[in-house]
Structure formats: structure tokens, C-alpha cells
């Protein structure tokens, strides 16, 4: 069991930053892949950004490449989003997510475990 709990959003301008985190306690971190998440209103859950459990591979939904990058520390139990030249349309509740079984993932159902989200507003 791992618990999740994301930090970081809130409301901010196009074009502006924020970062996100996500904090990790329960089981040994460095066991997960760990991938974010999205789900505006209206709109079904996507997949935002994923990082490998071992391997330092990162991987992006179209959407958000060249804009966000994920990143993780093993030693802090956390995982980071950074999001830059937000745009109106990455307004979302964002959610963490953890999974033990497979390297690297990008499909909301191999995910085991959920964070309770964060809001990120973009006004444009």
C-alpha cells in the first residue's frame, strides 16, 4: 500500500508556471512507476506524464511536450510536475499515481494508486 498525496496547484495566468508534487509514503518509492494525471470538467481522466520505476525514462502526452516535465526524487519520496506555458486548456484536476507492477505507463488502469488530485485553474 502507498499513500499519495499532491500539492502545488492552484490559479494562475496562460503562460505562467507552477509546479506540482506528489508525496509518497508506505512503501519502498523507488518500486514505483509513477505517472500524472488529468481530468478536466466534462472530460474523461488523461494521461499527462509517467516516470519510469528504474530506468530514468520519461514519457509525455502530446499536449503537454516541450511544455512539462516530470521528475522524481527517490530520496524524498517525491514526484514533481513542472508546467510551463500553461494555457487555458491544461485546466484540470491533476492526480498522481503510482504503480508497482510495470516499468513505465501511460493507461490509467495500470495504476494501482491515487492521490485525491489537485486543482490547476488557467484563466486566460
Known amino acids: 500500500q502507498v499513500q499519495l498525496v499532491e500539492s502545488g496547484g492552484g490559479l494562475v495566468q496562460a503562460g505562467d508556471s507552477l509546479r506540482l508534487s506528489c508525496a509518497a509514503s508506505?512503501?519502498?518509492?523507488?518500486?514505483?512507476?509513477m505517472g500524472w494525471f488529468r481530468q478536466a470538467p466534462g472530460k474523461e481522466r488523461e494521461f499527462v506524464a509517467s516516470?519510469?520505476?528504474?530506468?530514468?525514462?520519461?514519457y509525455y502526452a502530446d499536449s503537454v511536450k516541450g511544455r512539462f516535465t516530470i521528475s522524481r526524487d527517490n530520496a524524498k519520496n517525491t514526484v514533481y510536475l513542472e508546467m510551463n506555458s500553461l494555457k487555458p486548456a491544461d485546466t484540470a484536476v491533476y492526480y498522481c499515481?503510482?504503480?508497482?507492477?510495470?516499468?513505465?505507463?501511460?493507461?490509467?488502469?495500470?495504476?494501482?494508486?491515487w492521490g485525491q488530485g489537485t486543482q490547476v485553474t488557467v484563466s486566460s
Open positions: 508506505g512503501r519502498t518509492f523507488s518500486n514505483y512507476a
Open positions: 516516470s519510469s520505476r528504474t530506468l530514468g525514462v520519461f
Open positions: 499515481a503510482a504503480d508497482s507492477s510495470r516499468e513505465l505507463g501511460s493507461r490509467s488502469w495500470q495504476y494501482e494508486y
